[in-house]
């Protein structure tokens, strides 16, 4: 009998085999994920110790007894730089200045977008390369030329100069993805609106607005986790009563005199990350898809 | 008979692109008037024009005895069609026939009515409340015309609406456009690239190429005297068999390699110069079987069975040319079959001009 008559004759759906190629796949996605949680794990891990265990130096175990006592004051008692309230004020100073921030900043890039989209008007094509150019530029540079404007007209350091800063500096990307979504409607829908008696504004409200949910969305999680994380202009721009949860952050942390308290750190620092992450884990879904609708039509 | 659109003069370039150049076309009252041409020729482009959603370069728009070449969209009383329905998906059936109505601010008592009596004429009743994804093409396509209805449009503009149909559905709806007509008597613009929806619904077709009318005449005329080659080439399906010869004054006939056919039964418009280089066109169903002495015989090289009728493949002088036959012809390749050219309903082109002789 030959070899080929025992093989079984292919019929139905082809039987799926566990290769060595798959099982190294799998193996190395595992150790992937171990590598980026690691950082994860132990700052979860350090911040349940208490200061004698973590001096003991072994950073990866878990701890032997658990110490919640960083967690409370790292949220209301640690010293951000003279004042010891913890980073309870921070975190409301981050809302005062995400929320608007995020709002504006994402509703003045769809109107930029639906009007680069849409309605082409002479130089538009300049305008939005300067848009794209504008994407690319390091901040930093404009930190300075920003700063002088805002103090002549006297919203430096307050919380309509930062707001200000974070929409000014969303606008090119906002712009950018907002067209690109746009762009990839059909432009019939947008020639009915006209023909239906519809203006700029009515057509924005009424028919395009409707349309924009997944591009909303990415825009938002890309906003909401920018600024949230921003450090540079929030210490900058939003003066001292307005710090945001990352600069005071940065103060528990930077301690010149005393001692490290490590797991009080290692809490906060959690603390401050739990708005991007809850983003991330409620939103992943919408992420993702939006990502991917950018990709395949813009 | 008073015109109700009016294109004067109109040219529109694209950059540098002419797409079209100083075009006349006067469309009266309650006329269907069918663009037809292969893509690219300018169609969309001159309806898009019409309804002012592109910019002109130069010329004017008249409808109804209004200038409205300034004018915006939505004050030109036009509604719109378009091949890829251009529903609202946020808005129900509803919604989006009501639409244009709500940004006139139009009293919601009159909408209503409105809505009533454009859904029953296009029996869409029963999906007001649907949204545009949960419909069919058909659906779809009867919603966007009934957007068109309850605006009271005064000219409807069709930008090649049965497209993105199959050919069942599209053989539906071009018989419900057409009772639109019959029963609204609006006066109808249509753009297609397809020639039977063209010489089915239209009163008048304008045949484009390049930007430019080649012949404007009733669907009749067109296909029986097209004004020049490629209006004889584009329509007709299957297309029309063409010769390349000469004229040969002396006996008033078509010298064509070593053959000649007469000519006396054709009408000339005008009659070229001796031994002028000339085009014989001649549509399948004008070459007929015939046993008499002036007949040639022929091979049968290809059949194709097209149910209602058979289109056999032959060669004449090597250049191969189609026959339409009834369906029911009982013919095998190779069999051999006598024809006859019906040169009275036959075309005759100059070469160089490529007119109509």
Avoid at chain 1, 85 to 96: D, F
Wanted: aromatic share 10%; glycine share 8%; with cysteine.
């Amino acid at each position: 009998m030959s070899l080929s008559s025992l093989s079984i004759e292919p019929s139905g759906s082809k039987p799926k085999h566990l290769t060595i190629g798959r099982i190294g796949l799998y193996c190395f996605i595992l150790i992937c994920a171990l590598f980026f949680l690691m950082p994860l794990y132990v700052m979860i891990v350090t911040s349940l110790k208490d200061m004698d265990e973590i001096r003991s130096g072994n950073l990866l175990y878990i701890p032997k007894t658990l110490s919640f006592y960083a967690w409370p004051k790292a949220w209301s008692e640690a010293c951000t730089g003279f004042v010891c309230e913890g980073l309870k004020p921070g975190l409301i100073n981050s809302i005062k200045i995400t929320v608007p921030s995020v709002i504006v900043s994402v509703s003045l890039g769809a109107l930029n977008g639906y009007a680069l989209a849409f309605w082409r008007f002479k130089g538009a094509y300049l305008f939005f390369g300067l848009c794209l150019f504008g994407a690319f530029i390091p901040y930093q540079v404009m930190v300075y030329p920003l700063l002088k404007i805002e103090s002549a007209i006297g919203i430096y350091s307050s919380l309509p100069g930062i707001i200000l800063v974070h929409t000014i500096f969303g606008m090119p990307i906002l712009t950018l993805i907002f067209r690109n979504f746009y762009a990839s409607l059909p432009i019939d829908l947008f020639k009915a609106a006209r023909i239906d008696g519809g203006n700029f504004l009515k057509i924005f409200f009424y028919v395009i607005i409707p349309m924009s949910t997944p591009i909303t969305i990415v825009a938002v999680i890309l906003q909401v986790t920018g600024i949230w994380n921003d450090f540079l202009l929030g210490l900058v721009f939003a003066g001292r009563d307005n710090q945001p949860m990352t600069v005071q952050l940065n103060n528990i942390v930077q301690v010149d005199f005393g001692v490290a308290e490590y797991n009080v750190d290692m809490a906060a620092t959690i603390l401050t990350s739990m708005i991007p992450l809850a983003v991330y884990f409620i939103s992943g879904r919408w992420f993702v898809r939006g990502i991917a609708a950018g990709a395949i039509k813009g | 008979m008073k015109n109700s659109v009016e294109v004067k003069k109109l040219s529109f370039n694209y950059g540098k692109l002419e797409i079209l150049k100083n075009l006349d076309l006067n469309i009266q009252d309650g006329e269907f008037m069918v663009l037809l041409g292969p893509s690219g020729c300018g169609k969309t482009t001159l309806l898009n024009c019409i309804a002012g959603l592109l910019d002109l370069n130069e010329g004017q728009i008249w409808i109804e005895n209004d200038n409205v070449t300034w004018k915006e969209p939505k004050d030109r009383h036009i509604g719109m069609v378009f091949q890829s329905y251009a529903l609202y998906p946020s808005m129900t059936v509803e919604k989006n026939l009501s639409f244009g109505l709500r940004m006139m601010n139009v009293n919601k008592g009159i909408i209503q009515e409105k809505i009533k009596k454009a859904s029953e004429l296009l029996q869409i009743g029963d999906l007001l409340h649907r949204k545009p994804s949960q419909l069919s093409g058909g659906q779809r396509q009867r919603v966007a015309i009934g957007r068109a209805l309850v605006r009271d449009a005064k000219v409807f503009l069709f930008d090649e609406p049965l497209s993105n149909l199959d050919a069942k559905l599209r053989a539906e709806l071009r018989y419900e456009i057409k009772k639109l007509h019959r029963d609204l008597g609006n006066t109808m613009i249509y753009v297609t690239h397809d020639q039977i929806e063209a010489m089915t619904l239209a009163d008048r077709i304008a045949v484009m190429k390049n930007g430019v009318i080649q012949q404007l005449d009733s669907p009749k005329q067109i296909y029986n005297k097209p004004a020049n080659l490629f209006v004889a080439d584009f329509i007709g399906s299957p297309g029309m068999n063409f010769f390349n010869g000469k004229y040969n004054k002396e006996e008033n006939s078509f010298s064509f390699n070593n053959s000649n056919i007469s000519l006396e039964n054709y009408e000339f418009e005008n009659q070229p110069e001796d031994t002028s280089s000339i085009v014989l066109g001649i549509r399948p169903e004008d070459i007929l079987l015939n046993k008499s002495a002036n007949s040639t015989e022929f091979k049968i090289e290809l059949i194709e069975p097209m149910g209602a009728d058979t289109l056999i493949w032959l060669s004449f002088e090597n250049v191969p040319f189609s026959v339409r036959l009834e369906g029911s012809s009982n013919y095998k390749l190779g069999d051999l079959i006598h024809l006859e050219f019906n040169i009275k309903r036959a075309s005759l082109f100059d070469k160089k001009s490529e007119k109509r002789i």
